[in-house]
């Protein structure tokens, strides 16, 4: 790593004027906020980041689970500059450029089964609304046209456009958009912590989770319904992780009723379980992959959906799929992501993850000793923390409780310690952590203390 030093221009006492007049920032209540109230992100280097005052941070979040090889990696920074100066920009509409041929190629090598098709993308939400408008002409020209309902998991997290959040589980998300695109149901997720059916075997909850999809198919219809979206681990209420044979039963289910299984691995995909590809961790064949996030390390915007060969073939006979974005298989964006593959290959990136992620787990699990800590669970490099009212009875906090622990407290405390990571209320309040995926024992104690010591104080606020 060699991250420059020198702090941006903007961070000064002005940002926080232009700020408060200025930015409007996403998923961000603005209301009594100045721009003092902001911190002003300027340089990052390998899981650190620093503020505008020279505070350091360690990244438990690597950014928004996107930096997985680190901040300041001067490859990544050179791969962009080459292509910029030999090609900026030209777009994939009827032409094609070098990287994003490459890239397209590479990916298809990579991707399980005959995933061989590549259609480029900007970010995981256009990924996914890609993914159902495929999919919904793809069986009208199949001659199956009222195929077009999707299933997916309550409070699963897909995307903020209207197809995409239509796709959404988080009612809280969706209520200032309605109405929606309509023809989606939700079926439960996979929190075994939580579970009420087969609360004592593991695999048995399982295969009950996979069943209520073959149930909700059939309550609809199998002829209405085109596709079920599913992450390989659910990221909103916290890492949930499907049990044995929960895929392999989904697929059954979507092949005996002809739906396509979509793996949404926005987040899951490029080492954060250990593999290139979340579904070569559980072992299951998707007929969609959509991605984005850790394809490029968050150093450029792209996406990528990788779809099966069955599913282009009605396209090489006079179909077009009228879809796009101008953005889309950016050159600069192929070219860093290409460089950045590179590095994790070269850097042994997916076995340094299987390598440490039992330490990473053990670590984490030494906060079960707090009254206020219930269940710690994930996988890869990415794990949550759920914080309960009483261990013994998993009992929930309320509402209120949770805002007053998570935003009033733990939030503020986390970030003062210099910990950036997730404190979710949108189901049960959790404590995720998806650092970079370079991370060793070291940044793994320093989580663990700063959250030992927040969530003590939390829990003497009660």
């Not at 990544?76 to 920009?89: I, N, V």
């Not at 092949?255 to 961790?281: N, P, Q, T």
């Not at 996406?303 to 950016?330: I, K, N, W």
């Not at 950036?420 to 320093?446: K, M, N, S, Y």
């Amino acid at each position: 790593m060699t991250a420059t030093t020198d702090f941006h221009p903007l961070a000064a006492p002005d940002a926080s004027r232009i700020i408060r007049d200025h930015l409007w920032m996403h998923f961000t209540p603005h209301t009594g906020l100045t721009g003092a109230d902001v911190p002003v992100i300027v340089r990052g280097d390998g899981a650190y980041v620093w503020d505008s005052h020279g505070k350091r941070y360690l990244d438990g979040l690597a950014g928004l689970f996107a930096v997985q090889v680190g901040h300041g990696r001067e490859e990544l920074a050179e791969a962009a500059a080459r292509q910029t100066r030999q090609l900026a920009y030209f777009p994939i509409w009827g032409y094609a450029h070098p990287t994003a041929i490459e890239l397209a190629e590479r990916l298809a090598n990579a991707a399980p089964g005959d995933l061989n098709r590549v259609f480029f993308t900007v970010s995981g939400g256009e990924s996914v609304e890609t993914a159902w408008k495929l999919a919904r002409q793809y069986f009208k020209l199949v001659g199956k046209p009222t195929k077009h309902k999707v299933i997916s998991r309550s409070m699963a997290y897909h995307g903020t456009s209207l197809g995409a959040l239509s796709i959404t589980g988080i009612p809280g998300a969706k209520a200032d958009f309605e109405p929606l695109v309509p023809s989606t149901q939700r079926v439960p997720h996979t929190n075994f912590y939580r579970a009420t059916e087969h609360a004592d075997d593991y695999e048995a909850y399982g295969r009950w989770a996979a069943d209520r999809i073959e149930e909700a198919i059939e309550f609809e219809g199998a002829d209405t319904v085109a596709a079920v979206f599913l992450e390989p681990v659910q990221n909103t209420g916290g890492c949930f992780v499907p049990p044995p044979g929960y895929f392999q039963r989904v697929r059954e289910i979507c092949d005996r009723h002809d739906v396509l299984l979509v793996s949404d691995e926005v987040i899951c995909a490029f080492g954060r379980l250990g593999h290139d590809f979340g579904a070569k961790r559980f072992g299951y064949q998707p007929d969609i992959l959509t991605t984005a996030k850790g394809l490029t390390s968050g150093y450029a915007p792209l996406g990528a959906v990788l779809v099966s060969d069955r599913l282009m073939e009605p396209f090489q006979h006079g179909a077009t799929f009228m879809h796009g974005s101008t953005y889309g298989g950016h050159p600069v964006s192929c070219a860093v992501a290409l460089a950045n593959l590179d590095l994790i290959e070269r850097d042994g990136i997916y076995e340094h993850v299987l390598a440490n992620e039992s330490a990473f787990r053990s670590t984490l699990e030494k906060l079960s000793d707090l009254p206020i800590v219930g269940d710690v669970r994930g996988t890869g490099y990415f794990y949550a923390v759920e914080l309960v009212k009483d261990r013994d009875t998993k009992e929930r906090f309320t509402d209120e409780e949770a805002n007053r622990i998570l935003k009033g407290y733990v939030s503020k405390a986390m970030f003062e310690a210099g910990l950036h990571c997730r404190a979710d209320d949108r189901a049960e309040p959790v404590i995720q952590l998806a650092p970079p995926l370079i991370c060793d024992q070291t940044q793994f104690d320093e989580m663990e203390q700063i959250l030992r010591h927040a969530l003590t104080g939390a829990w003497a606020q009660l």
